[in-house]
């Protein structure tokens, strides 16, 4: 694992000659951690974004990361509305030790703009979320995904009403290599960072789906997610089930082995309605267009399938399809 400490000097994995100095030391968070640098030629300040992980040990797998980060984090994509990291560190490890990943972004790049999740509220949680499903299909269009996105990847510029997707160690290039992967990349998530929340539940039938398409319908499926967690004020997994979990972990953990809808038709195992303060949930999903609300259904029915049978699914099903959702 790569030592962070302050005055340490970090060369870029991209470009040889750029160098960075850790200011701080770093602090956790819900996805790695995180510290401050400045670039040693100039001193210009840089927030380093650093997952630790145990890289699978497969050729295959190792060099599709090594080509796929360099095409994501090299610093040569700019457009769209996207925070992209202008350069990577990568320190290689082994069974024993973990892989880092670091992710520099300069901090001028989120000047004059918001955190996206105190923008993004329920009055108006539908364009929020059709922006962010157009950015993501362009960026799909392009052959990346993000892999997922949670609440702290957005961010907001007021002066062009805009959101911006920071991107985060997940991004992949889907490339035939990587649309055929079937092999994580760490012990137990599709990329290098699992986001229990927000992404694809651990132990469903999408989990066999190959890393570029895993990488795509986890986009989706966590726009979505956040998108019905603004409109109803509770997330969809977050039922009966969750009744004696009394912290996020264990809440996370029942998202994770037990994926079951709140609203579900069928199975009636996460029903909420036992709770006089779940009735203002459950009129404000019977308010929902028939429309939205088919899609939720499709989403979060969690269908028991093979891996031939889930690819094939996939990639032909609405809910999975940015465009659906623009149009309802």
């Not at 927000?198 to 190959?210: D, F, H, K, R, S």
Request: aromatic share 14%; net charge negative; with cysteine.
């Amino acid at each position: 694992m790569l030592q962070l400490l302050a005055e340490t000097k970090l060369l870029s994995s991209f470009y040889e000659k750029n160098m960075y100095l850790i200011d701080e030391m770093p602090v956790k968070t819900r996805f790695g951690r995180r510290c401050r640098a400045r670039y040693f030629w100039d001193n210009e300040p840089y927030i380093l974004d650093v997952i630790d992980f145990y890289a699978d040990q497969k050729e295959e797998t190792a060099d599709q990361m090594r080509v796929n980060w360099k095409k994501c984090f090299g610093g040569v994509i700019t457009d769209g509305p996207f925070i992209w990291p202008s350069d990577y560190i990568y320190e290689s490890g082994n069974q024993e030790n973990r892989t880092s990943l670091v992710l520099a972004y300069c901090e001028k790049q989120f000047e004059h703009m918001l955190k996206g999740r105190e923008v993004f509220k329920r009055e108006n949680a539908a364009e929020a979320a059709a922006q962010i499903f157009r950015a993501v299909k362009y960026l799909h269009d392009q052959y990346f995904s993000l892999g997922g996105i949670s609440p702290e990847m957005l961010w907001y510029m007021p002066e062009r009403k805009q959101f911006f997707i920071r991107v985060h160690h997940n991004c992949n290039y889907n490339d035939t290599l990587s649309m055929g992967l079937m092999y994580n990349r760490s012990d137990d998530a599709k990329g290098v960072y699992r986001d229990k929340i927000y992404g694809l539940p651990q132990y469903c039938c999408w989990e066999q789906l190959p890393l570029g398409l895993h990488g795509i319908c986890n986009d989706v499926y966590s726009i979505a997610t956040m998108l019905f967690e603004k409109l109803i004020g509770r997330h969809p997994l977050n039922g009966k089930l969750c009744d004696d979990q009394e912290d996020d972990n264990g809440r996370m953990e029942i998202f994770n082995r037990y994926p079951c809808f709140i609203f579900s038709k069928s199975d009636t195992r996460n029903r909420i309605g036992e709770f006089e303060e779940e009735k203002v949930f459950i009129q404000r999903w019977e308010e929902l267009p028939l429309k939205l609300r088919d899609m939720f259904d499709e989403l979060y029915a969690f269908p028991e399938l093979d891996a031939g049978k889930a690819k094939a699914q996939a990639a032909s099903e609405g809910c999975f399809q940015p465009e659906r959702w623009l149009d309802c």
